[in-house]
């Protein structure tokens, strides 16, 4: 691993992910379980970039610890003009009440998971020219517009169709820009929700649940933009088990619909990394975050699952087959 390439990739996430500017109170977050190193490295960008920058670092939490932050740290984050996450404690945090409240003065939060995972965080973000992949994700929301059916099929099974009418493009592209926005980067996975009750049949998962890789595919029937049955192995017993454990109807609702375009990404044991694989395709269930703009609303869980390599069809133009975006389209050149 080209550990010495760290500096780069901390330069770029001031210039390109959050977009920082010289005064700006600038928040490194990290615990227990962060390379140190990488959060220097933050550190330093952070001041080369003239902003007020501190690093922070607190005991490692797990995502069941629902309680609230302490009172140095709630103070070091409602104090924050933007805040980058070196940690997996930060996808709890950004759910407390100070994250909430900072968000909704304008504090925008820049997050990666980099342990297990250095090399994958390096070259998913430096080593590729990631402007042009926000271009090409910017370019498949403006396809969307122009589009009256998405159909996606597969080797496997997947058929399944629906409409997306006029709603929103989530770039997914990792980046902290605008006021209160969240990124988790790298990215890129730009999704839209589908008019849920247009979302019509077979989603055959080969790729991975929330619950990790799958190791048989798992059949989900979806009708008017629910999931009727789970079917399949131990992995389809164990995804469905998950969505029935909470106990809301609306776990199995379809709520976004995303496609992955970091050429850098590969198919591993790592949701996130899973979602950026050029062509693999996300289907998300159940709380559909309001970015999305869809008619679903919360429920008590969000789960996704991936699909290695679908085609996608726009109407009757291929967007997308065996990985490989169509350049006709304008969506070469990453």
């Known amino acids: 691993m ?3 390439r760290w500096g780069e990739w901390a330069e770029a996430i001031m210039q390109i992910i959050t977009e920082v500017k010289p005064g700006e109170n600038l928040l490194i977050m990290a615990d227990t379980w962060t390379d140190m190193e990488i959060a220097e490295a933050v550190l330093i960008a952070g001041i080369n970039a003239k902003t007020n920058a501190q690093l922070l670092v607190i005991p490692r939490r797990t995502r069941a610890d629902a309680s609230e932050v302490n009172a140095s740290t709630a ?17 709890n945090i950004k759910m407390r009440l100070a994250t909430e409240k900072a968000r909704a003065k304008g504090t925008r939060v820049a997050q990666a998971s980099v342990r297990g995972v250095e090399d994958w965080a390096i070259e998913g973000l430096i080593g590729l020219d990631y402007r042009r992949m926000i271009e090409v994700a910017e370019k498949i929301g403006e396809l969307y517009k122009k589009t009256e059916v998405v159909r996606l099929t597969s080797a496997v ?7 997306v009418g006029d709603r929103p493009i989530v770039l997914g592209d990792g980046r902290a820009v605008e006021p209160g926005q969240v990124g988790y980067f790298p990215g890129a996975t ?3 929700a589908p008019i849920e009750e247009t979302v019509n049949g077979t989603i ?12 048989a595919p798992v059949t989900l029937r979806v009708e008017k933009g629910v999931v009727t049955s789970i079917e399949g192995g131990e992995d389809a017993n164990a995804y469905r088990s998950l969505l029935e454990s909470v106990d809301d109807p609306k776990a199995f609702n379809v709520v976004h619909f995303n496609v ?22 996300t289907f998300g269930f159940g709380h559909q975050d309001p970015s999305f703009q869809g008619s679903a609303g919360a429920a008590k869980i969000h789960s996704d699952v991936v699909l290695r390599s ?11 087959e065996n990985n490989q975006l169509n350049p006709d389209l304008g969506l070469g050149g990453i």
């Open 190 to 192: 730009p999704g839209i």
């Open 204 to 215: 055959v998962v080969d790729g991975a649940t929330s619950l990790g890789l799958v190791s």
């Open 260 to 281: 992955g375009v970091n050429p850098r990404a590969q198919m591993q044991d790592r949701m996130h990394q899973n979602e950026q694989v050029v062509g693999a395709v």
């Open 2 to 4: 080209a550990v010495f």
């Open 310 to 320: 679908p085609t996608i069809y726009l109407d009757d133009v291929v967007m997308c």
């Open 157 to 163: 099974g997947t058929d399944v169709s629906f409409q």
């Open 75 to 91: 103070g070091a984050i409602m104090g924050a003009d933007v805040i980058v996450g070196l940690c997996g404690s930060m996808s």
